[in-house]
Nanobody
Framework: QVQLVESGGGLVQAGGSLRLSCAAS????????MGWFRQAPGKEREFVAA????????NYADSVKGRFTISRDNAKNTVYLQMDSLKPEDTAVYYC?????????????WGQGTQVTVSA
């Protein structure tokens, strides 16, 4: 089993920055890929960014490309999401997830989420 705990959410003005953290515990040695997703009120959960645990290769949704940066600290079993130039439309609950074994992508484990609110 893997436990994922997000932190770092909060209220920020448009144009500001936040850094989310996701600490993983349990069977982390089997992690292949970590990802961030978000869900705004009344909308479906959407992909934000992902990073391969070993190589550090990452990919992003078009809506956040150039503004958000995903990174990981293997020693701390933690993945981060640095969010800059935030917009009101970035307001959502942000979740981290783990794909433990690789292709095909299967997000088997999820955190409880952290609220990000961006005011205009």
């Amino acid at each position: 089993q893997v436990q994922l705990v997000e932190s770092g959410g909060g209220l920020v003005q448009a144009g500001g920055s936040l850094r989310l953290s996701c600490a993983a515990s349990g069977r982390t040695f089997s992690s292949y890929r970590m990802g961030w997703f978000r869900q705004a009120p009344g909308k479906e959960r959407e992909f934000v960014a992902a990073i391969k645990w070993n190589s550090g290769n990452s990919n992003y949704a078009d809506s956040v490309k150039g503004r958000f940066t995903i990174s990981r600290d293997n020693a701390k079993n933690t993945v981060y999401l640095q969010m800059d130039s935030l917009k009101p439309e970035d307001t959502a609950v942000y979740y981290c997830a783990q794909d433990p074994s690789g292709p095909p992508i299967e997000w088997d484990y999820w955190g409880q989420g952290t609220q990000v609110t961006v005011s205009a």
